[in-house]
């Protein structure tokens, strides 16, 4: 696994143009924000005119219009743009417009939208019922697929969401330790929990909100918070915290402060911190979970953790979420043991179902190395379009999953990350949405290709970024 921890720290390429070109025109106008809403492509004219209806009426009714706020496109500017239908790679908007998808529903899509195979058996376990509130066969079938495919995880426990998975993951390293201590690096997110929300990334760095109001200072009192890649500040907070530390939480590889991977050494580094402390290691891999590998981030780089998180590909697509670990731990969690947790919809049939069937598909010879070329092929070609074209940039990926900055970098952590050229990054990020592209709109996330994007598809979408690139 050493060789292919490299191979991902060699895939942040960046691209250094001798004399970036300053852009023209005003930036973050009123005129700009409006090309997005009527735009002449060819013979057809860009129009989002029902995209703009709905969301209005949306904003009467929901917070800012939205039920996550990343949605809203306040980083980028423009209309959010309402879908209608998915399939494959492709999305469709209500106003008829089509757009090759590198969001995949945030990550879940990892086989493509609204498989077939995944939907026939959807529609035969629907014929039964939707929840039942009580065991169903479906849950020990998928359980034995990810307590065989993930290194850490001995015992695992559904749960209905990312964010619910890490709740139930905190309370259990604290019961399981005795300690209430824990840490956590600036930029990571791990769901909206209020011990998390400190420096938290995701919507709170897109929005660029301070620490969330209404999270007591009791709650966010026993977390500690390090720069990500920093081995030595996390060193230092456990000489300080010597025997009080309960767990350190990571995404092994950072997607909520944009795509940041691990150095060599790093996870290493923490692995060894926390064994010296009596320190759980959890990794937080509702990202990374059978995206960079079948085993997750941890069979990649050939770390174990000892509690892990996930949700996303295990649902297919449907809600979902999980924490395992090793049998010790876990035997902690109610009715086993002490730790309470429950959830009236965990472990429904319809999200095991697409979760079994998703990964099927994904323990097929050649997923990971599909997944690695294309995403590979998608980054070098918008990083040349961004060298030819003048602007300062740097990215990279890993399998599955990818990300680039509008600067020089190297970037190591949320500090780096945040010298992006966020109004370029908005620009551009418009810009694509006419050309038929839909990224995740935020500077501050990743981006996620599937077994359904075609090489068709990434030579168009490097061609619409270098077109976009020498526009803006």
Known sequence: MAGAAAAAVASGISARP????????????????????????????????????????????????????????????????????????????????????????????????????????????????????????????????????VPSIEMVRFVNSGTEACMGALRLVRAFTGREKIVKFEGCYHGHADSFLVK??????????????????????????????????????????KEEIAAIFLEPVVGNAGFIPPQPGFLNALRDLTKQDGTLLVFDEVMTGFRLAYGGAQEYFGITPDVTTLGKII???????????????????????????????????????????????????????????????LVRGILDAGAKTGHEMCGGHIRGMFGFFFTGGPVHNFADAKKSDTDKFGRFYRGMLEEGVYLAPSQFEAGFTSLAHSSQDIEKTVEAAEKVLRRI
């Open 18 to 149: 001798v004399a970036p070109r300053r852009p023209s025109g005003p930036r973050g106008s009123r005129s700009v924000v409006r090309a997005a809403i009527s735009v002449e492509k060819g013979e057809k004219a860009y129009t989002v005119h029902k995209s703009e209806e709905i969301f209005n009426a949306a904003k009467e009714l929901m917070p800012g219009g939205v039920n996550s706020p990343v949605r809203a496109f306040k980083s980028v500017g423009g209309q959010p743009i309402v879908f209608d239908s998915v399939k494959g790679s492709r999305m469709w908007d209500v106003d008829g417009n089509e757009y090759i998808d590198y969001v995949g529903s945030w990550g879940p899509a990892i086989i493509g939208h609204a498989d077939d195979k995944v939907n026939a058996a959807l529609i035969e376990t629907l014929k039964k019922g939707t929840s039942f509130g009580a065991p169903c066969a479906l849950e020990n079938v998928l359980a034995e697929m990810v307590i065989s495919a």
């Open 315 to 377: 649902g297919g697509g449907l809600p979902v979420g999980a924490y395992g670990g090793r049998r010790d731990i876990m035997e902690m969690v109610a009715p086993a043991g002490p730790m309470y947790q429950a959830g009236t919809l965990s472990g429904n049939p319809l999200a095991m179902t697409a979760g079994i069937h998703t990964l099927k598909r994904l323990m097929e010879p050649g997923t990971y190395d599909y997944l690695d070329k294309i995403t590979g092929d």
């Open 200 to 241: 938290a990334g995701s919507g709170v760095a897109t929005l660029g909100l301070p620490d969330s109001p209404g999270v007591p200072k009791g709650a966010t009192y026993e977390t500690l918070t390090a720069p990500y890649n920093d081995v030595e500040a996390v060193k230092k907070l456990f000489e300080d915290n």
